[in-house]
Every structure is written in structure tokens, then in C-alpha cells.
Nanobody
Framework: QVQLEESGGGLVQAGGSLRLSCAASGSIFSIYFMGWYRQAPGKQRELVAI???????NYGDSVKGRFTISRDNAKNTVYLQMNSLKPEDTAVYYCHTIVASAPLETNTYWGQGSQVTVSS
């Protein structure tokens, strides 16, 4: 089993910044992807950003140029730096990871969710 511990959500004014962190622990042989998704009320969960273990990144169109994802492989931790926040960024942000607990044993895990609220 793998546990994900998220931190860093909160309330910020439009134009402000927040940083989310997500640390993975438990039975980890290798982490392939770590990333963030978000879900606003009444909307589907959408990709925010993901990062592969080689550092390759992918961003949702709505956050490109404003958000930056990074990871510390030694700490099994992924970060999401969110700048120039807009009210439409308000959502619950979920950490997501694809982990191999052993060779050929791969599973997907989700964090508990972190509320990010951007006031206008």
C-alpha cells in the first residue's frame, strides 16, 4: 500500500500564489508519474499537471504559464507552484500517482484532496 499526504491548500486572493505538496510513502519500488487533478463543484475532474520520473511534464491548457510542477525523487514528493491564481482555479486539488510496489506490480493512488479557494 502507498499513502499520499497532501499539504498547502487554502484561501488566497486573485493574483496570489499557493504551493501544494504531496508526499508518497509506503511500499514503493518505483514511482512512474506524480501529478495533480482538480474538481470544481458541478464539474468533472480535470488534469492540472503531471510529471514523469524522467522530469517530463504535461499541463492542462487552463494553467499553462501560471502553474509549475516539480518533484523531488529522493523524497517521493511532488510540488505544484500556483501563481497568478484566478477565481476559476477554485477547486479541490487531488494528488495522483502511479506506483510500482514491485516489478510488474503497478497501482494508481489518489490523495485525500486539498481545497484551494481563490477570491475575487
Amino acid at each position: 500500500q502507498v499513502q499520499l499526504e497532501e499539504s498547502g491548500g487554502g484561501l488566497v486572493q486573485a493574483g496570489g500564489s499557493l504551493r501544494l505538496s504531496c508526499a508518497a510513502s509506503g511500499s514503493i519500488f518505483s514511482i512512474y508519474f506524480m501529478g495533480w487533478y482538480r474538481q470544481a463543484p458541478g464539474k468533472q475532474r480535470e488534469l492540472v499537471a503531471i510529471i514523469a520520473n524522467d522530469g517530463t511534464t504535461n499541463y492542462g491548457d487552463s494553467v499553462k504559464g501560471r502553474f509549475t510542477i516539480s518533484r523531488d525523487n529522493a523524497k517521493n514528493t511532488v510540488y505544484l507552484q500556483m501563481n497568478s491564481l484566478k477565481p476559476e482555479d477554485t477547486a479541490v486539488y487531488y494528488c495522483h500517482t502511479i506506483v510500482a510496489s514491485a516489478p510488474l506490480e503497478t497501482n494508481t493512488y489518489w490523495g485525500q484532496g486539498s481545497q484551494v479557494t481563490v477570491s475575487s
